[in-house]
């Protein structure tokens, strides 16, 4: 389920608006950014505040510059959550669930792979950010993906993982109402005991839900811990699309 941690602090903007371009996949607008020699191809699946969230672009960027054809589709067209008031910043979350739904999302994700597919690009891997980690597991539990990555999760079933068969890392955090550790725990227990699916779970000490998109820039703190499992989701993915 989604919960307040969502919704509490929205992205800190950060210096500039990426390098990439938004173009259509489909029907679907999506920012691409992309190494020149790119021969695999990540998606980034946003949380609830969309595919605009500086960070997440930067990130985009620094994924792409790894060497990946980035994209960064926007599966709320245009209409990203906003939040309510400091008092209730969940205001208005259900309605908007209910008109953003994972299903969706999943639906809109197979689409941006055709599209992929048909560019020459059959290495391909998701990164899934709260809301979007749900989209990205329904992923893994088909053969579209070389390896998905779930940053602090949200709406992830034990079921879920339980149908997983493409590699996963899991990256949770200490202070998360959302995905609490001893659920990531659970998470990491039922991937262990699947020998035919590579994972990887680590829970971060410290940081609470959304530490690796929302984190205020002049907070080295907070730098030094988004950039450690940055590292760490680049690792996983370049060990299954290179």
């Keep these: 389920m989604l919960g307040p941690q969502c ?3 929205a992205p800190h903007p950060h210096p500039g608006v990426g390098i990439g371009r938004v173009e259509t996949f489909q029907h679907l607008p999506a920012y691409v950014t992309a190494s020149p020699d790119a ?9 609830i505040y969309g595919f605009e969230a500086p960070n997440l672009r930067k990130l985009a960027d620094k994924v792409a510059a790894a060497g990946y054809f980035v994209v960064v589709p926007d599966f709320f067209y245009g209409d990203p959550f906003v939040r309510g008031s400091v008092e209730n910043p969940l205001a208005g979350v259900q309605d908007w669930i209910k008109s953003h739904g994972t299903d969706k999302g999943f639906e ?17 891997g998701a990164a899934g950010f709260c809301w979007g980690a749900k989209v990205v597991v329904e992923l893994t539990k088909g053969e579209v993906l070389k390896a998905g990555v779930l940053l602090h999760p949200a709406i992830v079933t034990l079921d879920d993982i339980n149908a997983v068969k493409a590699p996963l890392a899991i990256l949770g955090a200490e202070i998360d109402k959302i995905s609490p550790p001893e659920l990531v725990q659970q998470f990491g227990a039922i991937l262990s005991a699947k020998p035919e699916v590579d994972s990887f ?6 940081v609470a839900h959304g530490w690796t998109t929302r984190y205020n820039e002049n907070d080295e703190v907070a730098v030094k811990n988004a950039e450690e499992a940055h590292v760490k989701m680049l690792e996983w993915l370049n060990k299954y699309l290179n």
Excluded: M, N, Q
């Design 7 to 9: 919704c509490e602090s």
């Design 39 to 47: 021969k695999a191809a990540v998606i980034l699946i946003s949380d």
């Design 108 to 124: 809109d994700s197979t689409k941006v792979i055709e599209v992929l597919k048909s560019r020459g690009i059959s290495a391909i």
């Design 201 to 206: 779970v680590k829970i971060y000490p410290g």
